[in-house]
């Protein structure tokens, strides 16, 4: 059964940083592109970013780049976001998804929280 748990959440200050780890299971992650969705209280899900298969392809939202980092160890079959620079636009349950699509079956997510 695949299987992707997020990790790594929690209580940061702004400017401060969090890496978040999505461990998968149940099917061949070196085969999928990868990505992180966040979804804030009352608000739509949003596209964070997508790492191909090999890890050599990102992409991010504007909102994040040069602040985020998504890569991944296909032999640890984990993918993970390195979030610098939290800001508080940033607090979100933040999921990990199969294939970048923004339709597969969720997660429990791993909730971020930004705050003085």
């Known amino acids: 059964q695949l299987q992707l748990v997020e990790s790594g959440g929690g209580l940061v200050q702004p400017g401060g940083s969090l890496r978040l780890s999505c461990a998968a299971s149940?099917?061949?992650?070196?085969?999928?592109?990868i990505g992180w969705f966040r979804q804030a209280p009352g608000a739509e899900r949003e596209a964070v970013s997508c790492?191909?298969?090999?890890?050599?392809?990102?992409k991010y939202t504007d909102s994040v780049k040069g602040r985020f980092t998504t890569f991944r160890d296909n032999a640890k079959k984990t993918v993970y976001l390195q979030m610098n620079s939290l800001q508080p636009a940033d607090p979100a349950v933040y999921y990990c998804?199969?294939?970048?699509?923004?339709?597969?079956?969720w997660g429990q997510g791993t909730p971020v929280l930004v705050s003085s």
């Open positions: 998804v199969p294939a970048c699509d923004p339709f597969a079956a």
């Open positions: 149940g099917f061949n992650v070196d085969d999928y592109g």
């Open positions: 790492i191909s298969s090999s890890g050599d392809t990102t």
